[in-house]
Nanobody, 125 residues
């Protein structure tokens, strides 16, 4: 009942930049945390960046100083600006959003925690 649509992945050369976007839609009552995670082949999913309702951010150590997370409250959208990309940033990037939504089945406000479908980022020359 809450859907996430990600965009912005692709192929980029080392040192280049990409901007990912994730738009949440549905019967959203409020959004708490919005974040990005990534999973490289053969590795576990790891935190890239989080942003709270109050705008407090948290970054994974490997991306600090290179990536910036931001959100558009009116559009229920979270962005990830990725600069100085390295080959080791190659991964599928997943958006994650949690908050409260109107549940059509229970007909009440319930919590949700939803993942996007993932978008592939490839950093290669």
């Amino acid at each position: 009942q809450v859907q996430l649509v990600e965009s912005g992945g692709g192929l980029v050369q080392p040192g280049g930049s990409l901007r990912l976007a994730c738009a949440a839609s549905g019967s959203i009552f409020s959004i708490n945390l919005m974040g990005w995670y990534r999973q490289a082949p053969g590795k576990q999913r790891e935190l890239v960046a989080l942003i709270t309702t109050g705008g407090i951010t948290n970054y994974g150590d490997s991306v600090k100083g290179r990536f910036t997370i931001s959100r558009d409250y009116a559009k229920n959208t979270v962005y990830l600006q990725m600069n100085s990309l390295k080959p080791e940033d190659t991964a599928v990037y997943y958006c994650n959003v949690d908050g409260l939504h109107y549940n059509n089945y229970t007909q009440r406000i319930d919590a949700f925690d939803t993942w996007g479908q993932g978008t592939l980022v490839t950093v290669s020359s």
